[in-house]
């Protein structure tokens, strides 16, 4: 825990220091909430969100669990779209050549969340898709990468994502980059993501901020969510 708050107290002091280099850049900017917004929820799956697992993340239970079922609830109660991300693998063996692991398992062992075992890589229960959720599988770091994502998004006329999940550092940070390429303003829930090891969610979510996505509180994106929900019913 003292190595946590030192660590904490460290990145304070060096990100009010970047933060005034990066604006005398010009970065930092804002890309806004837009009118039509979607939540994406990245590997918040028990590979992932429960012990024991080589991925389990910190502060799942606590934080990021709870925060994510505000989200939901605002969706559901004002029809936004919502998809709940997950990552598994049809062949796990690397010596085959039809494994669909590609060489990300020369990183990290991808190989546990084997699609036979679907008790990893299912959604935790405490967040559960109900009907009319989509549930995506993805095979890279980011929930864009050779998925049909974009194209749902679009289909939807949805022009904000609101990204949650894990991890800060890898799936979240790619989601979040590639969402912005693909044209979509981009929100990071800033209680709502989590990681491994400490500092990592600090680091990713400054950074974030400055070049790839507007980090913003809870209390914030679900207010948000119901403005525009009840904005679309006054026009209805």
Same mark, same amino acid.
């Given at each position: 825990?003292?190595? #946590?708050?030192?660590?904490?107290?460290?990145?304070?002091?060096?990100?009010?220091?970047?933060?005034?280099?990066?604006?005398?850049? %010009?970065?930092?900017?804002? $890309?806004?909430?837009?009118?039509?917004?979607?939540?994406?929820?990245?590997?918040?799956?028990?590979?992932?969100?429960?012990?024991?697992?080589?991925?389990?993340?910190?502060? /799942?239970?606590?934080?990021?669990?709870?925060? *994510?079922?505000?989200?939901?609830?605002?969706?559901?109660?004002? %029809?936004?779209? /919502?998809?709940?991300?997950?990552?598994?693998?049809? *062949?796990?063996?690397?010596?085959?050549?039809?494994?669909?692991?590609?060489?990300?398992?020369?990183?990290?062992?991808? #190989?546990?969340? =084997?699609?036979?075992?679907?008790?990893?890589?299912?959604? =935790?229960?405490?967040?559960?898709? $109900?009907?009319?959720?989509? *549930?995506?599988?993805?095979?890279?770091?980011?929930?864009?990468?050779?998925?049909?994502?974009?194209?749902?998004?679009?289909?939807?006329?949805?022009?904000?994502?609101?990204?949650?999940?894990?991890?800060?550092?890898?799936? $979240?940070?790619?989601?979040?980059?590639?969402?912005?390429?693909?044209?979509?303003?981009?929100?990071? /829930?800033?209680?709502?993501?989590?990681?491994? $090891?400490?500092?990592?969610?600090?680091?990713?979510?400054?950074?974030?901020?400055?070049?790839?996505?507007?980090?913003?509180?809870? #209390?914030?994106?679900?207010?948000?969510?119901?403005?525009? %929900?009840?904005?679309?019913?006054?026009?209805?």
């Amino acid at each position: 825990m003292a190595f #946590e708050d030192d660590l904490d107290a460290m990145l304070t002091r060096a990100f009010e220091q970047a933060s005034s280099l990066y604006q005398g850049r %010009g970065f930092q900017r804002r $890309v806004g909430f837009g009118r039509r917004p979607a939540l994406i929820n990245v590997d918040l799956a028990n590979a992932w969100t429960r012990p024991g697992n080589p991925f389990t993340c910190e502060k /799942v239970d606590d934080e990021i669990i709870p925060g *994510v079922q505000a989200l939901l609830a605002a969706c559901r109660r004002n %029809g936004h779209p /919502v998809v709940h991300v997950t990552t598994c693998y049809q *062949v796990t063996d690397e010596a085959q050549a039809a494994t669909d692991m590609g060489l990300w398992h020369h990183k990290i062992p991808i #190989e546990v969340v =084997d699609q036979s075992k679907p008790e990893l890589w299912a959604i =935790d229960s405490r967040i559960e898709p $109900v009907a009319g959720e989509q *549930v995506l599988i993805k095979k890279r770091a980011s929930a864009f990468h050779g998925t049909y994502l974009a194209g749902f998004l679009r289909a939807n006329n949805v022009d904000t994502i609101l990204v949650t999940g894990v991890t800060a550092s890898a799936c $979240v940070r790619t989601t979040l980059c590639d969402g912005l390429a693909e044209g979509f303003r981009t929100i990071a /829930v800033k209680e709502c993501i989590g990681d491994r $090891v400490p500092g990592a969610v600090a680091w990713n979510l400054f950074d974030i901020d400055a070049k790839f996505a507007d980090v913003e509180p809870l #209390e914030r994106c679900i207010a948000y969510l119901d403005e525009v %929900g009840a904005k679309a019913r006054a026009a209805a």
